[in-house]
């Protein structure tokens, strides 16, 4: 049988956006939009034993009116640690296999981004994430009436970035079809794809996610910070072909630092932006300089640069257009040179 479900990005509120059922993770514990629809729904009279299912347990329920949507499924996962681009991609597809049974009857499912909130790749995330609704479709795993998926984010230029993203990624994806006229994708299972076909459809669309290198990224998490990330430092690591990663601190829950050491043990490189002498950045860096990491270091105003670091080699940016120039070269040389 032959399936189009229309899967798009949108800007929105989960909790104001219409829907039939809103899915969500529990990753043994609640954070950012987990959280706060957590909260409307002990407001509304909700047990929370029914809002925090163990890993491999879910919990489909009714809102009573506390979201716009009159059904959420919270989905347990396992701690926000180990919650990677794999298990991202695991858990969208079994979210459409739980509704296959619960809530057959189900026409559109709304999700936020996982991955982004606790520093993995906003790209990657979101591409496993799609990966893993075509796993559940290509397989026949799906509630029977469903015609919409919409990923829901209230950051527009987040939804901005991972359109222009996803159409880069998805431009020669036999399973994937544009919409024409809007920003929507047809997730197809056509009759003349055979099984070994559409296996390579969905490699297509996760692109050895689970193996791919990453640079770890060192930086103060400030709101006037977050342009330097996502077009400074994020652009010029994807073009060298990395997943760009980090750790917010204030967002993580749990050991943060073994978090931290962990990407940064892992990283093909570690870049550092030094600007405002944060002294977290500078610990990030002496532990990536202690397990031999290569690191990139950047700057805005060398005064601000402490003792320790003086005699090294530090990338001083104008801009973000000449920090992404500068880092692009930067890595692009560094690999020329196999350092990287």
């Known amino acids: 049988m032959e399936t189009d479900i229309e899967f798009s990005i949108q800007v929105g509120d989960i909790v ?50 506390s979201l716009q949507s009159p059904h959420v499924l919270f989905v347990g996962v396992s701690e926000l640690g180990d919650f990677d681009y ?8 079994r979210t459409l296999n739980i509704l296959a049974q619960q809530a057959p009857q189900t026409r559109h499912i709304a999700m936020t981004i996982h991955g982004v909130g606790y520093g993995l790749d906003e790209v990657g995330a979101s591409l496993s994430q799609l990966a893993g609704y075509i796993d559940a479709i290509q397989t026949g795993d799906f509630p029977s009436n469903l015609k919409r998926i919409t ?64 640079a770890f990224v060192a930086m103060p998490f400030h ?12 652009q010029p690591v994807h073009n060298a072909g990395f997943l760009c990663e980090r ?23 570690v870049i550092a932006e030094l600007s405002g002498a ?31 670091v003086r005699s090294q080699r530090c990338l001083k940016y104008k801009s973000i257009r000449h920090l992404e120039e500068t880092l692009n070269r930067e890595l692009k040389e560094l690999q020329l040179r196999n350092f990287i």
Do not use: C
């Open 223 to 234: 709101k006037e910070m977050s342009d330097v990330f996502y077009y400074g430092i994020q």
């Open 16 to 65: 104001t956006f219409n829907t039939d059922v809103v899915a969500l993770k529990y990753a043994q514990a609640s954070y950012g939009v987990d959280l706060h629809v957590s909260s409307l729904l002990r407001n509304a009279g909700i047990q929370i034993k029914d809002i925090k299912p163990q890993a491999g347990d879910y919990s489909y329920i009714s809102t009573h009116a």
């Open 151 to 214: 990923i829901v984010d209230i950051d527009p230029d987040r939804v901005q970035r991972l359109r222009i993203a996803f159409e880069q990624a998805l431009a020669n994806t036999m399973s994937v079809v544009q919409v024409a006229g809007m920003w929507a994708y047809q997730l197809v299972t056509p009759k003349f794809l055979t099984p070994s076909e559409s296996n390579r459809a969905i490699t297509n669309v996760s692109r050895d996610l689970e193996t791919k290198p990453h």
């Open 278 to 308: 944060n002294p977290n950045v500078y610990l990030e860096l002496g532990y990536a300089w202690g397990k031999g990491r290569p690191t990139v270091l950047l700057i805005q105003d060398e005064q601000e640069l402490r003792f320790d």
């Open 247 to 269: 750790v917010d601190e204030e967002v993580f829950i749990g050991d943060v630092l073994e978090q931290i050491k962990k990407k940064i043990d892992t990283a093909k490189v």
């Open 86 to 93: 794999l298990q991202i991609r695991k858990f969208s597809a």
